[in-house]
């Protein structure tokens, strides 16, 4: 009980990394709480500081999800189901990261390291219909939402999960739902921003989950 307690925490830590903020304080002497959408994850990396941050940030976070996985299935407690919990506790790591007063990112991409190491059939499948709602629609949130929505679906019908995984796993897909509810509600708004370009004309800044307008990005 001890060592899984352990290897929990771990991986909790491993999650709680914040690489988002680190990449603003490091390179820009920032802190992307204050700027862009005020969220510490890839897409508010991609509009205050651009693709060449954002891509290594979006792969770290990603790993930080795998990682505990992939090492708790070769070497952790042998118990059902425990893999899949290391990852849990990565993702839960981002979101509530002790190292940023529990304000963390949404989890979709260190979701998407889970299930990479666990489910990369179901996981391939999303990625397509994330990036098809991204370009159709110019929201990443609407990829995210949706994919995280029908991974479960995937998950069932791609990789055969049932029972304990499957339920986990739609946990999990719910909570990325409700990390986004902030972006529903500007969405019905018509004040979310889109993708690589500003919200539509008129319509005010994104305010953050706090409920505060964010500041706009040149």
């Known amino acids: 009980m001890i060592s899984a307690v352990a290897w929990l925490v771990g991986s909790y830590l491993l999650g709680a990394i914040p690489t988002s903020y680190l990449a603003?304080?490091?390179?820009?002497?920032?802190?992307?709480?204050?700027?862009?959408?005020?969220n510490l994850g890839a897409t508010n990396v991609y509009r205050v500081l651009g693709w060449r941050y954002a891509i290594p940030v979006g792969l770290a976070d990603a790993a930080k999800?795998?990682?505990p996985v992939w090492v708790a299935q070769a070497r952790g407690p042998d118990i059902p189901l425990f893999p899949l919990y290391c990852g849990v506790a990565a993702v839960i790591g981002h979101v509530f990261?002790?190292?940023v007063s529990?304000?963390?990112g949404k989890g979709v991409a260190t979701a998407s390291g889970v299930v990479l190491a666990l489910a990369p059939k179901a996981l391939g499948a999303v990625v397509v219909l994330w990036a098809a709602l991204v370009w159709?629609?110019?929201?990443v949130s609407v990829?995210?939402?949706?994919s995280s929505a029908l991974f479960p679906v995937a998950a069932y019908f791609l990789e055969g999960a049932r029972g304990g995984v499957l339920i986990v796993e739609t946990a999990l897909a719910g909570f990325?739902?409700?990390k986004h509810r902030a972006n529903l509600q500007r969405l019905a708004k018509g004040t979310e921003n889109r993708f690589g370009r500003r919200a539509a004309s008129g319509a005010a800044p994104a305010p953050a989950e706090?409920?505060?307008p964010a500041g706009r990005t040149s």
Do not use: M, N, P, Q
């Open 102 to 104: 529990l304000k963390g």
């Open 210 to 212: 706090g409920g505060e």
């Open 136 to 139: 159709l629609t110019g929201y």
């Open 97 to 99: 990261s002790i190292f």
């Open 65 to 67: 999800g795998a990682i």
């Open 24 to 38: 603003g304080r490091v390179f820009k002497g920032i802190d992307l709480r204050e700027h862009g959408s005020r």
């Open 176 to 178: 990325l739902v409700w």
């Open 143 to 146: 990829g995210s939402v949706v």
